[in-house]
């Protein structure tokens, strides 16, 4: 995948040295015929939001808008579309933009548009990056990729019980670095059992709370648009296949949870391996570059053969969040996602995919 990157406030105007002073205007000739079945727009500026438009986020509320412009695309982040309770401080927000703009560079790179890329985030700024685009031939690595990510599910179906490598843990994490943001792979016996603790802490005191249940239940089935959010067998399709999650679920009834004193002492360590996405600093900058570590994580795993599951709860409760960076990660990081890799049943048929905003709601000029 074809990018520079680089950190600034602001863009400097077209008619100075910046990126956009090189970049060509998204009215030529699109420079691929490559394909991704995202819809039938001829300008490259839309093909490459249709292709965006795949990203995971959060509940899958697509918390972003794009706009064209004459030498770019600009990315920003759609505050109606945060989550107040479990996501106040809009962590989660930005790193679903953050793959949505991973999606939006490999999309472009497949269809034959090298990407420079200039993250611009501030603490109470939503214009998270821009994007400039010159041609370059479209790779076979990079249709491969983008094929890979226009593929990708969340299914939170049982994993078998064959665990993942070690070794492999290691290899994944180690290929997935991007700016500020890092993966740490969690093997130990101890720590495992540690972090499978963190995680059912986090759901029983979201659980417990009124506020993360109604904000829940207003993005699954029953109160969601036909454009967003998940549906039913998304969210749990162990019900659809009739088998039982051998781990706990936030989409699963409330009722069939064991009680929190149970949790505390019944959860063993699973096969499942574990993953914890982190940044070095707790700001937007280092939130955006992890929605790029998540996607890169996710072709990585999808490449082996495996399956991978976002867990956001142990972050979004203070208290599991911290007992995660001081207890597991010694306070040398900051833990912004937790991931669940593992392998699916072969003969388990695949998905339906999440449903999408149309462009028209989500490009601007």
Same mark, same amino acid.
């Given at each position: 995948?074809?990018?520079?990157?680089?950190?600034?406030?602001?863009?400097?105007?077209?008619?100075?040295?910046?990126? #956009?002073?090189?970049?060509?205007?998204?009215?030529?000739?699109?420079?691929?015929?490559? &394909?991704?079945?995202?819809?039938? @727009?001829?300008?490259?500026?839309?093909?490459?939001?249709?292709?965006?438009?795949?990203?995971?986020?959060?509940? &899958?509320?697509?918390?972003? @808008?794009?706009?064209? #412009?004459?030498?770019?695309? =600009?990315? /920003?982040?759609?505050?109606?579309?945060? +989550?107040?309770?479990?996501?106040?401080?809009?962590?989660?927000?930005?790193?679903?933009?953050?793959?949505?703009?991973? /999606?939006?560079?490999?999309? !472009?790179?497949?269809?034959?548009?090298?990407?420079?890329?200039?993250?611009?985030?501030?603490?109470?700024?939503?214009?998270? !990056?821009?994007?400039?685009?010159?041609?370059?031939?479209?790779?076979?690595?990079?249709?491969?990729?983008?094929?890979?990510?226009?593929?990708?599910?969340?299914?939170?179906?049982?994993?078998?019980?064959?665990?993942?490598?070690?070794?492999? +843990?290691?290899?994944?994490?180690?290929?997935?670095? /991007? #700016?500020?943001?890092?993966?740490?792979?969690?093997?130990?016996?101890?720590?495992?059992?540690?972090?499978?603790?963190?995680? @059912?802490?986090?759901?029983?005191?979201?659980?417990?709370?009124?506020?993360?249940?109604?904000?829940?239940?207003?993005?699954?089935?029953?109160?969601?648009?036909? $454009?967003?959010?998940?549906?039913?067998?998304?969210? $749990?399709?162990?019900?659809?296949?009739?088998?039982?999650? $051998?781990?706990?679920?936030?989409?699963?009834?409330?009722?069939?949870? !064991?009680?929190?004193?149970?949790?505390?002492?019944?959860?063993?360590?699973?096969?499942?391996?574990?993953?914890?996405?982190? $940044?070095? =600093?707790?700001?937007?900058?280092?939130?955006?570059?992890?929605?790029?570590?998540?996607?890169?994580?996710?072709?990585?795993?999808?490449?082996?053969?495996?399956?991978?599951?976002?867990? @956001?709860?142990?972050?979004?409760?203070?208290?599991?969040?911290?007992?995660?960076?001081?207890?597991?990660?010694? #306070?040398?990081?900051?833990?912004? +996602?937790?991931?669940?890799?593992?392998?699916?049943?072969?003969?388990?048929?695949?998905?339906?995919?999440?449903?999408?905003?149309?462009?028209?709601?989500?490009?601007?000029?």
């Amino acid at each position: 995948m074809s990018t520079s990157r680089s950190h600034h406030r602001s863009c400097r105007p077209p008619d100075d040295r910046s990126i #956009g002073h090189r970049c060509r205007r998204f009215t030529m000739s699109t420079p691929s015929r490559t &394909n991704h079945g995202e819809g039938a @727009s001829s300008d490259p500026g839309s093909r490459i939001v249709e292709f965006a438009l795949r990203a995971p986020s959060v509940h &899958n509320t697509q918390p972003w @808008s794009w706009h064209v #412009g004459d030498h770019r695309l =600009d990315l /920003y982040a759609d505050r109606t579309r945060q +989550l107040p309770v479990s996501d106040a401080d809009g962590r989660n927000l930005v790193i679903s933009c953050g793959a949505a703009l991973h /999606y939006a560079i490999a999309g !472009a790179s497949s269809l034959g548009w090298a990407a420079a890329t200039e993250h611009l985030p501030g603490p109470d700024d939503d214009h998270l !990056a821009a994007l400039c685009f010159t041609p370059h031939p479209p790779t076979r690595e990079a249709v491969a990729r983008a094929e890979l990510l226009r593929t990708r599910r969340t299914d939170r179906r049982r994993f078998i019980g064959w665990p993942v490598p070690t070794i492999l +843990l290691h290899r994944l994490a180690c290929t997935t670095r /991007y #700016g500020t943001a890092s993966a740490v792979p969690v093997t130990s016996l101890v720590e495992r059992l540690r972090v499978e603790l963190l995680v @059912s802490r986090a759901m029983f005191a979201e659980d417990a709370d009124q506020r993360f249940v109604s904000e829940q239940q207003h993005w699954v089935d029953g109160v969601r648009r036909a $454009t967003e959010g998940i549906p039913s067998e998304n969210a $749990t399709p162990g019900a659809v296949d009739r088998l039982r999650p $051998t781990r706990p679920s936030r989409f699963e009834d409330r009722g069939d949870r !064991a009680t929190d004193d149970d949790s505390a002492t019944a959860i063993p360590p699973s096969s499942d391996g574990l993953i914890v996405i982190v $940044t070095r =600093d707790d700001d937007p900058a280092s939130w955006l570059d992890a929605g790029d570590v998540l996607c890169r994580l996710w072709v990585a795993a999808m490449e082996h053969g495996l399956s991978l599951v976002p867990v @956001s709860q142990p972050i979004e409760v203070p208290e599991t969040r911290d007992s995660l960076r001081f207890d597991i990660l010694h #306070g040398e990081a900051h833990p912004v +996602l937790l991931a669940r890799l593992g392998w699916q049943v072969l003969s388990r048929s695949a998905l339906p995919p999440t449903p999408r905003r149309p462009l028209d709601e989500v490009l601007g000029t």
